[in-house]
């Protein structure tokens, strides 16, 4: 027997594609994109073309496994199993220990010494975020604030907005003028890249704005390298410009904006001559950029995430975000900004699959709340009570946690019972008591969203689970049966669990159900009657109408107009316009005379965080271990192309090899994510990065690194 199933990757990208799944005789055969999906039209990144080898990895986990070894570093693959470090068990065992574990440390130390641990190893709605939360509500754990990637940028482009709102990807095949704002779109937006280039064809310019020469700033028409975290002070200077020069909207700024008069007396101080000693761009390209992007219509910036994981992300982020709403370009197809259009699907799902109000039943009020960026202080210093047990699912934080060594030595506490329901061995389950397989997404039904486009989609299992793989509705909905939770939503079907998710007093849910999702695959959010008025260009190729979010004001805040001027911010304590302040950690700042190389922890352009790290398909497209380093530094320093280097600052050190080439400026150096069991130390990256938080959102601040380097010389 032979068919097709579709699915949606729930892997963390923006992309989230539409996948149709051959399989025959009940094993998946074939993977390829769904050219009917207006995004993912036919093809997929390099690593889901080679999920087959995902799937069916010699390496997955496939059963219950108890540690009877000691905590700690283990090798992949079946060399791992073959050691005494793991014991088979079945599936009522492992949920009985962890019911029975659970039960004694809630009896000691009170609900809230026990903590999930989750975040993006998949996007979707019910896998991520429906039973696990009903779960740890009802069971009084800490909560999790989930803020290590993203919540800065968000936070920033809210308090514009009011909403994760952005540019469809298919109206920019309609620009003119394209900046790539920290956005390797070749890297980690791959679907995005063809509306570029038909754009390019049609005579639009590629502007790339990184510090990083990445693969899309080598395609670029013009690539500017920034120095890392000065990102607000380029957008500041941009305002300068656009601003003094009056090349703003003046009509579009009037109706639908506040605190304008407020941003032009801020932008008088941000000149492109003081602007340019910041972020190492001369004045008279910041002045140019400005121009250009101001004058050329339709213009529209792809802003990624890696603007906000300096210090002052979030106002970086806010600043950029304005740029659209003074230039007017919300107007145009083809113009304004994307960063996220999550907040289109606020309404899918929500506190009905989360279920807050459990916590009332077993705390009587909210629990305690732990950010997933500080574990490494949390499992170390956090009583009152300490964190007894951690449960990890769709995270590896022994690989992507800052601080990896504070974050190693809690895990290795004795007296932490931890839990981690994952598909392969990662860093985490090496340090783990419990380890329960996972299914990937060939292998349940889910609900899928997107953060890159503005359809959503059911994706279909395409095989029965391997081994005794379960997903994560299947487990959290075991042990609530076996705490004794006789609540009826831990008994929900994962259709009904779907249903649920789509049943919202939303007008763009309207008319959208599982049935239809089940016949048509994907859906476009229901926009009609949301953008009023016609575009001040029109679509030429779009088979639907436009969704211009702002076109006419509509902004999503308190006012309903972009607000450049935030009563919030300032309520906070904050600038309630936007200001440029250097990163703690930069050469801008004291500790640049002891450590003077700004250090960009930055992600594989072929892992997805730390997943896919471990398949050797995939490795072989990348070269791991390497530090990229400028000529104009590694010449004082002794050090040639090919050299094994040490990268250290007080929080650790790790040794690399130094590729010495144009990839970072002068006072940059650049090291990739990997799996920390895989590098020669059995360290990774993150020994350098700090649990410093974000100016906006309290996320990570993994590109506010400053570090040395010397040449490692082994002892004769």
């Not at 496994?65 to 599936?91: L, N």
């Not at 754009?199 to 013009?222: E, F, H, M, Q, S």
Request: charged letters at 25%; aromatic letters at 8%.
């Amino acid at each position: 027997m032979k068919n097709v199933v579709h699915a949606a990757c729930p892997h963390d990208c923006p992309d989230a594609c539409g996948v149709l799944i051959t399989v025959e005789d009940g094993r998946a055969t074939k993977v390829k994109g769904d050219p009917a999906h207006p995004v993912t039209r036919g093809f997929l990144c390099a690593k889901v073309a080679k999920y087959l080898d995902r799937v069916y990895s010699p390496d997955r986990v496939l059963y219950p496994m108890r540690r009877v070894g000691p905590k700690g570093p283990q090798t992949t693959g079946e060399s791992a199993r073959a050691t005494q470090t793991w014991q088979r068990i079945p599936w009522d065992e492992a949920l009985r220990e962890i019911t029975v574990r659970f039960k004694q440390i809630t009896a000691e130390f009170g609900s809230e010494a026990i903590l999930p641990y989750s975040f993006g190893g998949t996007l979707g709605t019910l896998n991520s975020a429906s039973m696990d939360r009903r779960f740890f509500h009802r069971l009084g754990a800490s909560q999790l604030a989930r803020n290590i990637c993203s919540a800065a940028g968000e936070a920033g482009l809210e308090s514009v907005y009011g909403r994760k709102m952005g540019t469809e990807p298919e109206q920019f095949r309609h620009s003119r003028y394209i900046i790539a704002w920290a956005a390797n779109i070749h890297g980690n937006n791959v679907h995005l890249w063809p509306f570029i280039e038909e754009a390019r064809r049609a005579g639009a310019k590629l502007v790339v704005i990184d510090p990083y020469r990445t693969r899309t700033a080598a395609c670029a028409d013009w690539y500017l390298p920034i120095n890392p975290g000065t990102d607000a002070a380029l957008a500041l200077g941009m305002m300068h410009v656009i601003i003094g020069e009056k090349l703003y909207d003046a009509d579009y700024v009037g109706r639908y904006t506040i605190g304008f008069e407020q941003l032009r007396e801020k932008v008088r101080e941000y000149s492109p001559e003081s602007v340019a000693k910041w972020t190492g761009i001369a004045a008279s390209d910041i002045e140019k950029l400005a121009r250009e992007y101001a004058t050329t219509h339709p213009a529209v910036i792809r802003l990624n995430y890696g603007v906000q994981r300096s210090e002052g992300g979030g106002t970086a982020t806010r600043a950029v975000a304005m740029l659209p709403c003074i230039t007017g370009s919300w107007q145009e197809v083809g113009g304004g900004l994307q960063l996220s259009t999550s907040g289109a699907f606020a309404s899918v799902g929500g506190e009905k699959l989360k279920r807050k109000d459990l916590m009332l039943k077993s705390l009587g009020r909210p629990a305690r709340t732990i950010n997933m960026v500080e574990l490494g202080k949390a499992l170390n210093t956090l009583d009152d009570p300490p964190i007894k047990a951690l449960f990890v699912y769709g995270s590896n934080p022994a690989a992507t946690c800052p601080n990896h060594n504070e974050v190693v030595r809690g895990l290795q506490r004795a007296d932490l019972f931890t839990v981690v329901h994952e598909q392969f061995l990662t860093d985490t389950t090496d340090y783990a008591d419990l380890v329960m397989p996972a299914t990937t997404f060939f292998e349940h039904k889910d609900l899928q969203t997107a953060y890159g486009h503005y359809f959503l989609q059911v994706s279909d299992p395409a095989i029965e689970p391997l081994g005794e793989c379960r997903s994560n509705v299947e487990v959290f909905r075991s042990l609530a049966e076996g705490m004794g939770f006789d609540d009826e939503c831990f008994r929900e079907s994962v259709d009904q669990i779907i249903d649920s998710a789509l049943d919202a007093d939303d007008p763009w849910l309207r008319g959208i159900t599982r049935g239809r999702l089940e016949r048509e695959s994907h859906i476009r959010m229901n926009f009609e009657g949301t953008a009023r008025g016609e575009p001040r260009v029109a679509a030429r190729t779009q088979s639907y109408p436009p969704f211009l979010p702002f076109a006419h004001g509509n902004f999503f805040t308190a006012s309903g107009k972009a607000e450049l001027y935030s009563e919030s911010l300032k309520a906070q304590g904050l600038d309630p316009v936007v200001h440029f302040e250097p990163p703690s950690e930069s050469r801008h700042g004291e500790k640049a005379k002891t450590f003077p190389l700004e250090f960009l922890a930055r992600k594989a352009d072929n892992f997805l965080n730390s997943s896919f790290s471990n398949l050797p398909v995939i490795q072989q497209m990348e070269e791991p271990g390497l530090l990229e380093m400028n000529a104009d530094d590694a010449r004082p320093r002794g050090i040639a192309n090919g050299d094994q280097v040490r990268v250290f600052n007080p929080r650790g050190d790790i040794l690399l090899k130094a590729r010495v080439d144009g990839t970072v400026q002068p006072g940059v150096v650049c090291a990739r994510l990997d799996w920390a069991k895989l590098g020669q130390q059995g360290r990774n990256i993150n020994v350098l990065t700090s649990e410093k938080l974000t100016d906006l959102g309290n996320s990570a601040t993994f590109y506010s690194v400053l570090v040395e380097v010397e040449l490692f010389q082994t002892a004769s």
